[in-house]
Every structure is written in C-alpha cells, then in structure tokens.
C-alpha cells in the first residue's frame, strides 16, 4: 500500500511549501508534501492516487469526499426537477373539486402526463401547480390560464406547442416556474410574460426560436433563471434591461455569432452564464466587466480564435472558467491576470502554442485545470490537479508514469552496461589475431553502454523528482541537464547505427567478393571509427546551436528524446528529426538488410560445392551471426519508423508507446549486441575457457602467450 504520513499538528504561523496541499482548521493549519492531501482535519496524509479511489483510507472518510469538480454555480436545473419529482411522489389528498378523470391529483397539484392531450383542460381555480407535459397540445390561446391565479409552476415540455397568443399567460401573477422545452416555439412576442411579475424560472431549451428582443422580457422582474438552450438565436438583446433580478443565463447551442459589449451590461446580478455550442467568432473587449458577482463563464464549443486581453476584467468572484473545443492557438500572457479567485480553469483541445508559466502566475487559488496536453500542465506546478495527469511518459507526480517504467529502466541499463563492459574487457585481455575486427565490436560496445548510462540518469531524475515531478517539470525539460542527456542517447543511436553499417559492408565485400583481395588496414578502420564517432557527435549537437531553429528539440519530453513529433514543433526540427530517423537510420537499415541478403544469396550459391563450403565456413559463421543481430535491428527500428512515419502524417500517437520505446524497444541492440557479437559465440567461449585453463596450470606469463597465438572471433 502507498505511504502513509503523519504528521504533528504544526503553529498557525506555518508557512506551507510551494505546491503543498493545506487545510486550515479552528486551531491548526495541516500541510502535506507535494503530492499528498490532507484526510480533511486529521493530522495525516496520503498520497494524492488515494484520493477518490473508492477505497476509504482516512478514518473520518475524507479521502472519498468531494471527488468531482463542483466550483461555479451548483446544478440547479437537476436541483429542481428532483425537488418536483420528489414533490409528485408524495401522498397527499386531492385539495381540487374539479379535474379529469385520467388525470392524478395531489394536493393543489394537477398532474396530467402521457396522455396525447390536444389542449389545456379545465381545472379548480384553486390548483397551484400544472403538469402538462408529454402531451400533443399545438397552441397556447388569450387567457388560457387567466382563471388560475394561485399557480405556482406551469409545465408544457414536450407538447407540440408552435404558437402562443401574446395574452396566454395574463393574469398569471404568482407564477413562479414556468417550463416550455422541448416543443416548436418560434418567436418570443413582445409583451408575452408582461404579468408574470413573480416568475423566477423561465425555460424554454430545444425549440426553435429565432427571434427574441428586449421586449419579449416585459414584466419579468423576478425572473431568477433563464433557460433557452438548443434554439436557433443568431443575436441576443440587452435582456437584462427588462430582468434587473436575472441570476442564471444559458444560452447554449443557439446560432451567435459574436458578443457585444451592450449586450450584458446590465447584467450586473447575472452569477451563470453559459454561451457554450454556438458560432461565436468574435467577443468584444471588456463584454463582462460590469458582471461583478459572476462565478461561472462557459465560452467552450464556439469558434472563438483570440479573446481580447481584457475580456476577464472585473471578474474578481470568477470560480469556474470554460474555454474548451475553441480553435485557439493564442492566449495573452496577462490573460487571466484579474482572475484572483479561480477555481477552475478549462483550456481543453486548445494548442497554446506561446504557453507560459506567467499565464498562471496570478491565479493562487486554482485547484482544477484541464489542458489538451499533459505537457502544458508544467506551465501551471501550483495547481493541485491538472488534466490530462500524464502523457504516458511522465505524471503529475513523477517523470516516469508507469511502475514498471520506473523499475526497468534501472534493470536496462545495468543490463546493457554490464553487457558492454564485459565485452570491452573481454576484448581487451583476450589478443586476437583480428584485431581491427575487435576494436569496431569495442568501439560499437562503447556506443551502446552510452545508452545505458543515459537510462541511468533518467533514472535518476526519476528518483529526484519523486512525487513533485510537475513541480521541476518545466525547469527539467530547459535544462542544459536534459539536453545533454538527449544528446547522450542521440549520440549512442547514431553511432551504434553507423557503426553496424560499416561493419555490415566490410563482411559483405568479404563474402560477396571473396577475391577482391579488400581487408581494410589499420589507418582506414582507425579513420572510419574517427569519422563515424565524429559524425554522431556532430548530429546529437547541432540542435543545441540554434534555438530559434530547433527549439526545445531535446525537451519535448520527460525522458528528453526527440522521437516524436507533433504539428505544432518548429519547422526546423521537424525536419531535422524526420532526416535522422526516416533519412539516415532508415537508409542505413535498407543496406544492412539489403547486404545480409546479398551475403546469404552468395553462401548458398557457392556453398553447394563441398570443396568450397570450407574456404566460407569462417564467413558462413559469421554470416549467421549477423543475421541474428539485423533481426534485433529490424525489432529495433521498424516501430521507430512507423512511429516517425505516422506522426509526420499528424496521427496523435499515445504517451505510453513513446515511453515504452524509449525504455524497452530503442535499448534492444544495445542489449544485445555484446551477446550477439562475442558472448554467444563458440570461438569466444572456448578461448575464454582455454585462458582460464592455462591460467590456473601455467600461470600469468605462459597464459599470456598462449592467448596472442589463438586464432580471431
């Protein structure tokens, strides 16, 4: 189970950590380290995965309390129709002399549903509340309702209502809900709700009005919640200059195309506002600042490229903000600078291309927000929780995400270095009479064991960053620690590929053209090795020249390895990245295969003469050794290439393959190459074996001789 912390019950003067979680009681403040919360006013803390897991781990159950995000305005159209189910389902006596017959009584309520009625019926004047919904009722006449003046709530959702005399509801003066969803309505008349003095809830969602204009509000001046959801408005008027009391506005998935300045300014009572799903382009500056008491905006799903830098102004009891599925690319820096008591922040499916830390700086109070990228959430370490919490690499709480990330990597990279360094010793104690052939296998080994040590840093960043990752994500992933460590592995990969060509082509010209009479000498191996460790260097450092060119190249991610690319990276290094991995490793990979198949054509064309099977066995042998190695090439570099290939193609490839190539599938040579190249080999075990012997029975000085006189891998 994960770590527990408890701790001792610190002063009032505490002074949290950055990052910590706090909550202050009567007579104390508990802070927990960063990643852990508190278990509300106990003195204990737990990590931040235990948090609504649907196990209770605190004794008093806090760690199961308040799991979602519920800042801004409560859900009170949800609030309500509970309240009215809850008050149909209670028993009462009839209070009404007069009502149909299939229809049900309770109390002063008259509840007349699914009953394929053509029109209102008639009723006690005494009844307080109508339930007229799910019917097939077309039109609303003059004072159709003039007779009931104790209604309270009037429901007519999910009727076939297309028209509605502009008297319909005369004489309603106490009605105090008035529902109209779900039916065919077009136009709002002017003067339509002009005795509706007590209305405080008004909705009409999902019809298909088009025209509404400040006169259709006359007489509303209680009207505490307007619902006009899913019609077609392609303009609102200053509505409120008809309803001073107005609370709640929703206007979602109507036809606006912008939002004027006049429109709410004075709508200074307004604390919900939800403009999300339309056609919004264009919102003008300073649209909200007399909406002073606001604590929920929603602007998600419209067309909005570019806010004005203003826009937020006056905002100061903004709770909860809404900006997701909006094709922005561009936020000012100052954005969100008079937001001081935001909770809440939604930036979801929008690529912020000029993120930075100083967007957030001014917003202490959030807790929830929710990027397209995990990535952008290290643009924001003082926020508790943020969305998406890990890119498959990396998490909100450490640089490598996984369990089985974190332990393998250390186990790859000894692996890979003890493989190596065992090679290079080996190599080194035991003469050969090949000795170019050995220094490429110790120079190809040097290449390798630099991968290892690479895991072994992220490893290591791993272990620092240990429950605080999003903390020291940004300055990790700038750091000139990052960069070099990405290089490091770059510089591995490159002159591990380049060497296994050289080497390639150097036994293909031996087997394919066994009397050629070419064995490279020692100056042009020496100047080969010189040129192809030279090369890679050359490569792994050229990013880190320009950072206008390239940008963050090595930065891209936790692990600092530049394998993918999205749309939105710098031309420069987009191009420079699909040039290594679709250019020279795969061009590299083309002649490794194409010349084993021309090797193996070769041996089985001579290999059939028994007289000439023995001039190619020392070749054969080594053939089949290298055949084993282009297949760990191909396990190698065929998913790397698809992965380059795919994200060219703009196809979004998953955090968690990233990781796993990184770690597991881009080590697999260096792994293995020491095995394949001389572990694995007979020659090499029974030299080894035969130096061990003379060892022991002759001692160092005859051993020693003996070793120079063997014959070469």
């Not at 609303?140 to 007519?156: E, P």
């Not at 490279?520 to 792994?540: C, E």
Request: aromatic share 12%; hydrophobic share 40%; glycine share 4%.
């Amino acid at each position: 189970m994960d770590q527990i912390h408890r701790i001792a019950p610190p002063a009032i003067s505490h002074q949290a950590l950055p990052g910590s979680s706090v909550i202050h009681t009567g007579h104390q403040t508990i802070s927990c380290p960063l990643g852990y919360f508190p278990c509300g006013n106990l003195s204990v803390c737990l990590p931040q995965p235990l948090h609504c897991n649907g196990i209770v781990e605190c004794a008093n159950g806090a760690d199961e309390d308040y799991c979602a995000d519920l800042h801004g305005w409560p859900k009170l159209v949800d609030w309500y129709f509970e309240q009215v189910k809850k008050h149909a389902d209670e028993s009462e006596d009839c209070f009404l002399d007069v009502y149909p017959e299939k229809c049900t009584c309770q109390g002063s309520t008259l509840i007349c549903e699914y009953l394929e009625l053509l029109s209102v019926p008639s009723v006690s004047s005494n009844v307080m509340v109508m339930k007229l919904g799910y019917n097939n009722i077309t039109a609303l006449t003059d004072d159709l309702f003039i007779r009931y003046q104790q209604l309270d709530t009037l429901v007519l959702q999910n009727n076939l209502i297309s028209s509605i005399s502009s008297r319909a509801f005369s004489g309603l003066f106490k009605l105090k809900k008035l529902l109209l969803s779900h039916n065919q309505i077009t136009v709002l008349k002017p003067g339509l709700f002009r005795d509706l003095h007590q209305l405080e809830w008004l909705i009409v969602d999902n019809n298909f009005i088009r025209i509404v204009t400040q006169k259709s509000f006359v007489g509303l001046k209680s009207l505490f919640f307007l619902y006009m959801m899913n019609n077609s408005l392609d303009q609102i008027p200053n509505i409120c200059a008809e309803l001073p009391k107005l609370n709640w506005l929703d206007i979602e998935g109507n036809n606006l195309l912008s939002i004027k300045k006049a429109t709410f300014q004075t709508c200074s009572k307004i604390t919900v506002l939800v403009l999300r799903n339309n056609k919004i382009r264009h919102v003008d500056k300073d649209t909200f600042s007399t909406m002073q008491l606001m604590i929920e905006l929603d602007l998600s799903s419209n067309q909005i490229q570019e806010l004005p830098s203003s826009v937020f102004r006056g905002l100061d009891q903004l709770q909860q903000l809404n900006l997701s599925q909006n094709p922005m690319n561009y936020i000012h820096v100052d954005q969100f600078d008079h937001l001081v008591t935001l909770k809440s922040l939604c930036l979801e499916e929008i690529n912020i291309l000029n993120i930075k830390n100083r967007m957030f700086k001014n917003l202490g109070n959030l807790s929830y927000i929710y990027f397209k990228k995990f990535d952008y959430c290290r643009y924001s370490p003082h926020v508790r929780s943020c969305k998406p919490n890990t890119d498959g690499i990396s998490s909100f709480e450490n640089l490598l995400a996984n369990i089985i990330l974190r332990v393998f990597v250390w186990f790859v990279a000894f692996i890979i270095c003890f493989g190596n360094l065992f090679v290079i010793c080996m190599r080194s104690c035991i003469t050969t009479e090949n000795r170019l052939h050995t220094l490429s296998i110790k120079s190809l080994c040097c290449a390798d064991c630099l991968m290892g040590v690479y895991l072994f840093f992220i490893g290591a960043f791993d272990m620092r960053f240990l429950g605080e990752y999003n903390r020291h994500a940004q300055r990790w992933m700038e750091s000139m620690k990052c960069q070099l460590i990405g290089s490091l592995a770059m510089l591995s990969t490159e002159v591990s590929v380049m060497l296994l060509t050289y080497m390639t082509l150097e036994k293909y010209m031996c087997i394919v053209f066994p009397f050629s009479h070419y064995r490279p000498g020692k100056r042009q191996t020496l100047s080969t090795l010189i040129a192809i460790w030279i090369s890679g260097f050359i490569i792994a450092v050229i990013p880190l020249w320009n950072k206008t060119m390239f940008g963050n190249y090595y930065g891209k991610n936790g692990v600092c390895f530049p394998l993918y690319s999205d749309q939105f990276e710098n031309p420069g290094a987009r191009g420079y990245s699909t040039g290594i991995f679709l250019g020279l490793n795969l061009v590299a990979f083309i002649i490794i295969v194409f010349s084993y198949t021309s090797m193996f054509y070769s041996i089985h064309k001579t290999g059939a003469q028994s007289a000439e099977r023995s001039l190619f066995s020392r070749e054969v042998a080594i053939a089949k050794r290298f055949f084993f190695i282009v297949f760990t090439d191909a396990l190698c570099w065929i998913p790397i290439f698809l992965m380059k290939f795919l994200s060219l193609l703009e196809v979004e490839i998953p955090g968690t393959i990233t990781s796993w190539v990184v770690i597991f599938i881009l080590p697999i040579n260096s792994a293995l190459n020491p095995i394949l190249y001389t572990i694995t080999t007979a020659s090499f075990q029974e030299k080894l074996k035969q130096c061990l012997h003379n060892e022991k029975l002759l001692g160092p000085k005859k051993s020693l001789t003996s070793t120079t006189q063997m014959s070469s891998v």
